[in-house]
């Protein structure tokens, strides 16, 4: 074999292992986040809410947050209608995957990955709900930054607070949200202290007047609120992760992100790694087609 020939069927192959590794690439899955390492359970319950369909794992009193995860993902790949609450279409009709995930940024947290099976593609609406007292929080996150990016974040308004609901004498405390831009630089952070609010509607009242201020008057994103969700749509550097810690045990979030590259206009990071996967095809097409055409002569 000649060294242009080897060169070539070199070539064929390192394109064709390219095209594999970059088109696998464009199929990441968005993470759920679910308290840390070593937290059991005093009874309760998570939610995922994906592209709009709700399903719930019920905790038993002691269970740890990576037990109830393994619940979590064990009804999604074999059995969603067994864990989902809002049955029909198109809900009844979806096919995940799901599977473990370690935060090498933070191994202390449990985490998840959700990807739609059938479309190769993560959830473009990925939401995560827990009101178990034992457990300091909850997230969604993307690890890729280059696609993993939103330009909407969503946070649920809280349905109980501090003194409210199971022990009056539960101290309150503060309750950060926090949203993590795809670039990789520190956290902008809207924190409340539940001990000020009155009441439940005072509190959530208090968390809509906080998320304006921030992100609304800091950098013109557009905050609005309607049927119990608080909805920023960022202006400027978008999100790659949203997350809530809680200081007091009684207050229920749901935080999320809308995935808005997916159906829509592709980031810059997206094109280039279209053309870089239509480019190397195309590479491959064209050696193969002189293969052929110098055997033919």
Not at 16 to 40: D, H, N, R, Y
Not at 100 to 107: A, N, S
Not at 268 to 283: D, F, H, K, R, S
Request: glycine share 10%; aromatic share 6%.
């Amino acid at each position: 074999m000649t060294l242009w020939g080897a060169f070539r069927n070199r070539s064929i192959g390192l394109g064709l292992v390219m095209a594999g590794l970059a088109a696998w690439s464009l199929a990441p899955a968005g993470i759920i986040e679910l308290g840390k390492k070593g937290q059991t359970s005093k009874g309760s319950l998570t939610r995922l809410i994906v592209e709009g369909c709700r399903y719930e794992i019920a905790h038993v009193n002691g269970q740890t947050a990576d037990q109830i995860l393994g619940q979590m993902i064990a009804c999604l790949n074999t059995d969603p209608n067994g864990c989902l609450t809002t049955p029909g279409a198109p809900c009844d009709d979806q096919d995940f995957q799901a599977a473990p995930f370690q935060d090498t940024g933070d191994p202390n947290r449990n985490a998840m990955s959700v990807e739609l099976e059938r479309a190769s593609r993560e959830a473009s609406d990925l939401r995560v709900y827990d009101n178990d007292r034992e457990f300091s929080g909850a997230g969604v996150d993307h690890p890729n930054t280059g696609r993993g990016v939103s330009k909407v974040v969503f946070v649920e308004e809280a349905s109980e607070i501090c003194g409210t609901v199971l022990d009056p004498n539960d101290v309150c405390g503060n309750v950060v949200v926090k949203v993590f831009p795809a670039n990789g630089g520190p956290s902008t952070d809207v924190t409340v202290d539940s001990s000020a609010a009155t009441d439940v509607d005072d509190f959530n009242d208090m968390l809509f007047t906080e998320l304006q201020t921030t992100f609304g008057a800091k950098n013109n994103s557009n905050v609005s609120r309607a049927d119990g969700v608080i909805t920023v749509r960022l202006q400027g550097q978008p999100a790659r992760l949203v997350r809530y810690e809680r200081a007091d045990p009684d207050v229920d979030l749901a935080v999320g992100l809308d995935f808005t590259p997916f159906g829509q206009v592709p980031a810059l990071t997206e094109w280039g790694m279209l053309i870089l996967v239509l480019g190397l095809a195309a590479m491959a097409v064209v050696v193969l087609l002189r293969r052929r055409h110098a055997r033919a002569a």
